[in-house]
């Protein structure tokens, strides 16, 4: 335990919701040993709230409760920001190493767009910026591929990193809800965004990518950077048909390194039953990180939810109460390989596609030769004729292709559409894992 003469760390709260409720509570539960692992009592100094009337979990001391995050973050050693969004969380985090505080962030949202700029003042500043809990929340990947990596060569990132969506998939495929109550229950349970759509149209799962790979990559990639695609379109039925055809529908984040560049993507896939990111159900997150020396490495855990990520938050308040006691600085910005960013159409992914097609002799080879004209070929195919008593003369035809350029795949895709005996694509999905 720290001596009596050790002067307790002053730390301000941004934010009491989902995460800032837990974080509290860590900070004033544990308050011993926090002490003991950081080497001096830290001191839950204020919350800064929108409004301090608000009735809130019985744990939150009512006079630590401040409508004036200003004040609050001036004369702190740590600032903590779970408030999200870009202002005021920028301006009070800048304010913050202003003032020479260090500063704990979960703001994915604010990374992606403007982390430069904070790393930029925290360095100037000589104070820590730790941000483990905005990618993956618990799970301990920031700091594995910003530290532990450090003197290795990342080649690639893939994982399931939104918790909202992976909930969401899950439960249309085997909790029989709709897309609309699924959403529902995600925020009734902590998981979603302040504003889901972030969660669905996956940008929260884009911010995460662009923090995963500048780190991974040392090149300042932001969240436009990022090739996105959310799980809004994909239907009930594209779920029913990928565990027919042994896969699953995941939402994923694609980061990796080619001879050319880097390229990050996140849109949904259909992963195989067998492959561990298929059977990662609810919140939970994993990510795959593949390094030269290294080789393959797993990280899996509660990806979303108020105490797992508070968790994450205390992990880093402890890292930079340490510093502040001992002396010492966590990682700056690493961007010096700043390699090329990728288009989008550059990266390599398969194809499954489902199209509504005229039930007669010869339509396969006529698709078949359409993809052959785009130089893609085909890995597997699977029809399925008209049920019995359907007099519309069509069939469901189902093919996989190999990999191939997502240029020449979407290329491939408008042309199968404009054949004759094509009615309808029903859906196009990448197949990955
Ligand atoms: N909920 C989760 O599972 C996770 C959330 N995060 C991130 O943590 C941050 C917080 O998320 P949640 O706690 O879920 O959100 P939340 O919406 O439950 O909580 C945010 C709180 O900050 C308050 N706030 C917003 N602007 C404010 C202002 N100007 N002054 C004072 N208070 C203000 C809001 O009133 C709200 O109570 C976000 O950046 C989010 O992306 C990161 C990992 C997981
Ligand atoms: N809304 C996010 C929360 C954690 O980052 C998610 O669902 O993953
Ligand atoms: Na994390």
Not at 254 to 259: G, N, P, S, V
Not at 383 to 403: F, Y
Request: charged share 20%; net charge negative; aromatic share 4%.
């Amino acid at each position: 335990m720290p001596g009596p003469s050790v002067t307790p760390l002053r730390v301000a709260l941004l934010g009491c919701g989902v995460v800032g409720t837990q974080v509290a509570r860590l900070l004033l539960e544990h308050g011993e040993d926090l002490a003991a692992r950081a080497g001096a009592p830290l001191e839950l100094v204020g919350i800064a709230v929108r409004n301090a009337a608000v009735q809130r979990d019985s744990a939150i001391p009512r006079e630590l409760l401040t409508e004036d995050a200003e004040t609050l973050v001036s004369g702190a050693d740590i600032v903590i920001e779970v408030m999200g969004g870009l202002e005021p969380a920028r301006t009070l985090l800048l304010r913050a190493i202003d003032g020479g505080a260090a500063v704990v962030t979960a703001n994915k949202a604010l990374l992606a767009e403007d982390g430069p700029t904070l790393y930029k003042a925290a360095d100037a500043a000589g104070v820590d910026i730790y941000f483990e809990a905005a990618v993956a929340g618990a799970i301990p990947i920031v700091r594995p591929v910003r530290e532990s990596l450090a003197g290795d060569h990342v080649r690639r990132v893939l994982g399931i990193v939104n918790g909202t969506t992976n909930y969401v998939l899950d439960q249309m495929a085997s909790g029989g809800l709709s897309f609309e109550e699924a959403v529902k229950q995600a925020q009734d349970l902590g998981y979603a965004e302040a504003d889901p759509t972030a969660d669905v149209e996956g940008f929260d799962a884009a911010a995460k990518a662009a923090i995963l790979a500048s780190l991974a990559f040392h090149t300042r990639v932001s969240a436009d950077d990022v090739a996105r695609e959310g799980i809004t379109h994909v239907t009930a039925d594209d779920v029913a048909w990928a565990e027919r055809t042994g896969h699953r529908v995941k939402l994923l984040a694609i980061a990796e390194q080619t001879e050319e560049g880097v390229s990050v993507r996140v849109h949904p896939a259909l992963v195989p039953l067998e492959h561990p990111l298929a059977n990662v159900r609810g919140a939970f997150n994993a990510v795959f990180v593949e390094a030269d020396a290294a080789g393959p490495l797993m990280f899996y855990g509660q990806g979303a939810g108020g105490r797992p990520t508070a968790s994450a938050v205390l992990g880093d308040v402890v890292s930079a109460a340490r510093h502040r006691v001992l002396g010492g600085k966590g990682p700056q910005e690493s961007v010096y390989a700043a390699l090329r960013i990728l288009p989008p159409d550059a990266a390599v992914t398969r194809y499954q596609v489902r199209m509504v097609v005229a039930d007669r002799p010869g339509v396969l080879a006529q698709v078949a030769g359409a993809l052959a004209d785009h130089g893609v070929s085909i890995d597997t195919v699977r029809q399925a004729g008209a049920e019995p008593g359907d007099e519309t003369g069509t069939a469901s035809l189902l093919l996989t292709t190999h990999a191939a350029r997502e240029a020449s795949l979407a290329a491939t895709v408008a042309a199968v559409r404009e054949l004759e005996p094509v009615h309808e694509i029903t859906s196009v999905l990448r197949v990955e894992g």
